[in-house]
Each structure stands twice: as C-alpha cells, then as structure tokens.
C-alpha cells in the first residue's frame, strides 16, 4: 500500500515591524533634501526654494523624535529579551508600567532593568535628546507666536547647538523657521544616534539590531563629508 502522508506545520508568534529603522531611514532622506537645497542656494534671496526646505525640515525633526520613541518600544516588546519580562502586561493596549512614562524614562526603565548605570539627566546626549522632543512636540501642537516669548525657552536650549536658517531674519519665529536648517536637521539625526549609541553602550542588547540601527550613521557621515 502505498499513499502520501500530508504534514502541516503552524507556528505562532508576533511580528514587530521595525519603524524604529523605518523612521531613521526617512529622518535621513529628509535630512539629505534640507542639505541640499540649503547648499543650492547659498548666497541667495529668500525664494521658493524654502518651502522645500520647511516640509522637509519639519518632516525630519518628526521622525527622529518618531525613531528613538519606536526603538525602545521595539526592545520591551521583544518577547526573547530581558525587558518583556520585566513587564505583566505589555502587549496590552494600555501596558501601564511602559505607557505612561516618557520615551527618555522608558530608556532610563530599560537600564534599571539591565541592572547597569543610567543615564545622567545633565549630559549632553539626554539634554539633546530632551530637547529634541520638546521641539517635536512644538511642531506638532504648533501655535501662532502671537506672544514673541512663547518659543524663548526652547530657543535659548538649542542656542549654539547648531546654524540656524540662513534665508530668514533673526526675528523670524524658531519653531516654523529659523530651527529649519542644515544645521538644524543634522544636529536631530546626530541626537538619535548619540543618544541611542550611548544606552547600547550600557546595555549591550540586542546587537544586530542595535548595530543595524546604528550603521545608519555612515549615510550623515557621508553627506558631511
């Protein structure tokens, strides 16, 4: 007798899309557009060029922030790592030992779990990082500067941190304008990986993820050079 003996095999388990690399990857690109159209216009008038400059500019700020908040999501919903564990309840819709907290407190989360230094408030990678998501979030709840004071504290955060929008006046309004610059957009990426480099630097989780996150670092360097 003789037949065929059907097998099926089903295995189960959760996909985690990885928009952490999604969001650098296009960070980048709006980075490279900014870059670009800043140096291919030096020395000129304001014009038209700088509307290209303002979406992309915005679109960038937004997805840096969008990067570092979606990658250490990612690493506490990795159900083979040691910080799912450290939660009851995380795929939940409303997990509430990782919701509320801050992106910045979730990474500090992250460390206590691993058992190793956190990060220091006061040095530059978390202030950048702090202030990268004040402007973020300035961006997105934009509201006419009716009052000239209403950016001045985040202004005076990000002063020296990088060249602002050579095309517009020095009374121009930061968040809409003056922030959206090379400079400006350069110094978000740069964050993100400063930062990011920082906690792998402590943990040391998950290398191939961490690492591919961090090889997107060599697109800004060569842009730069």
């Avoid at 159209?37 to 922030?65: R, V, W, Y």
């Avoid at 020296?160 to 922030?179: E, I, M, N, S, W």
């Avoid at 998950?206 to 050079?225: E, G, N, T």
């Amino acid at each position: 007798m003789s037949g065929f003996i059907e097998l099926s095999v089903r295995g189960e388990g959760k996909f985690i899309a990885p928009f952490a690399l999604q969001h650098m990857r296009a960070a980048l690109l709006f980075n490279k557009r900014v870059v670009q159209a800043e140096n291919s216009n030096t020395g000129k008038p304001l014009g038209p060029f700088i509307e290209d400059i303002l979406i992309h500019g915005s679109a960038c700020f937004m997805s840096s922030a969008a990067a570092l908040e979606a990658l250490i999501n990612e690493l506490f919903m990795m159900q083979d790592g040691p910080l799912h564990s450290s939660s009851t309840d995380f795929d939940s819709k409303a997990n509430e030992e990782t919701a509320r907290p801050s992106t910045l407190d979730k990474y500090q989360k992250a460390i206590d779990v691993l058992g190793v230094a956190r990060i220091q408030k006061g040095s530059k990678c978390f202030q950048d990082a702090s202030s990268l998501f004040l402007l973020r979030n300035a961006l997105i709840h934009y509201k006419p500067p009716w009052d000239p004071t209403l950016n001045e504290g985040l202004e005076s955060r990000l002063r020296g941190r990088f060249a602002t929008c050579p095309f517009v006046d020095q009374g121009a309004d930061f968040v809409a304008l003056k922030c959206m610059s090379a400079g400006g957009v350069t110094w978000a990426v740069n964050t993100v990986f400063a930062f990011v480099e920082e906690f792998y630097e402590r943990t040391q989780i998950f290398p191939k993820k961490m690492q591919q996150f961090l090889s997107l670092k060599d697109a800004v360097q060569s842009q730069q050079s």
